[in-house]
């Protein structure tokens, strides 16, 4: 029975391993990213400051341990076989949510998934033990009061960390500037100041001053002269920082080195617990049991895990050195660009998120509030804040996501929130807390603009339901795991564990089976489908004749749907052209598969002969799908989002266009429905007149651009690319025309 607990606590500390490599690679970036964003140094010298963080993080991160140990449970209330129990589903639990989250593409936080599986763990067997048991109470069990503390530690870290971002940035930017460069002289160095001192006082007084590896007396002299200390810390660095500047060394970049450096001490010292926190914690019990538990698996109480942890050194530099080396050679790490970055950039771009009704509303209601505010204000405050938020004038490094301001702000607030949560016990999620602090001074930027804030909003409002998506899940399935462990013992132990080691190794191969044997499952029933060559060949054509006349009358309804949309802002009638596109697309693709079957069951000289056209006949249906789709897009996200409407120059100069179109189209269903091809080449011949004066306007409006100064950029934009679009839906026409004339041609 001994062998199966040595089994156990080896596996836990596989699975340290193993999450420490994962965590880290998921979770690195939210150390790096101001640094690289705002290309304050080589990528080397940032991840070389980084790893002194890890490690000294690291070794100051044994506090930490005691969440994972009595931090959610009450263990001199539980058997060594219950803990070990609870210990297990936890990282059982931790694999499962974490391939299961990473295959879906969704976000997750190992700090709240560990929190969540302790308490889901903890909170099943609590209901079996005082059913066994009345005596017992759920404060007997659970630590309540901690574990509540915990809970509302994470979740209102979001809403501080984005509250204090937004704070902070706005008054940083009031004082610098964009053009920041030109406010340094006497500001800098009470910034910097304040921003060393800060770190000081987190890193070196409540961090290092609370480690359990200095003396009593020095921690008793610290606590006693901390005022001192920081006045010598805030005059010392001031001063420092004024010397620095007139030297002509960019002080912010130090602050964004030292930021990164207390992060990444942070990130270590906060989320350390989550890897290795329940491993070691497990190996104590280990060792408490068989120093004292005389075999008694079930009746040997775990008083030992009610005080603090004595996490060996060598364990958290071991755990240090095993982060470092995640860090540094991980290709996500280093290459990937983060939610974060691409969230709080400057300027505007490719955004990753698309367009929410709850983001659009809330846009909308911050909009509103935004103009009452406006109109309050005096018009000399407004028209000198409006100065000191001019964009405009931002310096930005090339190839920068923002400017060395927000990074240093991003990083230190970070930092500060993370490494307080840290000193009083709290797993706070480095993740999020990164997160929300870059959002808020992002939106204190003003980087959210009209024609950005949608998708931004969307995008944290995904971050955000990610996490909790993932605490309800990580609870619900680690008392489910910890549930069957309980009654099934060790058995179903050991299976848990073979089942993690299952879905680490297969999971990809898996997936790709799956689909694999639907692909041929599908192929098989189409196969089983036999006609007569003939009958297959009289059917097929008329299918085909059926379905491409039928897509022509499609498109050009859908296409004057698109454009009686952006004419009158019609949101609604946008969203009846996606739907229909999206089921018009899906049963083209089943059209496509049959008639490829049928294909194969026709005459032989038939099929050879026919089968160029059959396909350009197919694939053109196609691209009149994809060609609408890619017209309505931005049709629908330019009108959804209530930006500039198309002005009526641009309604009047495409009128003469779009009647041309529709009569081309009308023509083309016409002869592909009656196969009777006399208009073939004057419908040929006007189409191509048509993208003629089609590519004469998107001239005319590239010239008329240039001369407004991009004053109307983002319509412009979006009117050439229906010009585009329009030009393309043509060709597909003409080439759909020539496949079922060519397809047909011999068949009256």
Known sequence: MTEIYFLIVAFLLLLAVFDLFVGVSNDAVNFLNSAIGAKVAKFRTVLFVASVGILIGAVMSAGMMDVARHGIMRPDNYSFEEVMTIFLAVMVTDVII????????????TTVSLVFELLGGTFILAMLKMHADPSLT??????????????????????IAFFFGVIVQWISRIIFTFNYKKHLRYTIAIFGGIAFTSLAYFIF???????????????????TNTMML??????????LMEILHLLRINVFKLIVLAGTFALAMAFAGNDL???????????????????????NFDTFMMTSLMSSAKSPLLYLVLAGIIMIIAMTTSKKAQNVVKTSVDLSRQDEGDEMFGSSRAARSIVRATQDMNAAVTKILPPRMRKWIDNRFNKEEAILADGAAFDEVRAAVNLVLAAMLIIFGTNYKLPLSTTYVTFMVAMGSSLADRAWSRESAVFRVTGVISVIGGWFVTAGVAFAVCAIVCAMMHFGGIAVMIAFMVLDIY??????RKFAKKQKEEKKDDVFQLMMRTRDKEIVWDLLSKHVSRTQSFVTHFALEQFNRIIDGIYNENRKELRHCNSALKEEQSQLKKFRRKELLAMRRIPAEIAIERNTWFHLGVNSDQQFIYCLKRMLEPVKEHVDNNFNPLPQAYKDDFENTRRKINELMNHTEQMISTNRYELYQETLNIADECKDELSTMRKRVIDIMYQDNNANLKVSLLYLNILQESQEFLSVMRHQLRAARKFLDDRQ
């Open 138 to 159: 759920i404060y007997d069990l659970l630590n309540s009061d901690k574990a509540l503390s915990v809970i509302i530690a994470i979740f209102v870290s979001v809403a």
């Open 273 to 295: 617990v989550n890897f290795i926190g329940v491993p070691l914690a497990g190996l104590d019990a280990m060792q408490d049991f068989l120093a004292n538990g005389n075999g």
């Open 230 to 239: 920081m006045t010598v810390f805030f005059v010392c660095s001031t001063v």
């Open 205 to 223: 007084i409540t961090g290092i001053g609370k480690s359990p590896y200095i003396s009593e007396a020095a921690r008793q002299w610290i606590e």
């Open 98 to 109: 974490l391939d299961t989250f990473n295959s879906l593409g969704l976000p997750t936080s």
């Open 503 to 508: 879905l680490l190794w297969s999971s990809n």
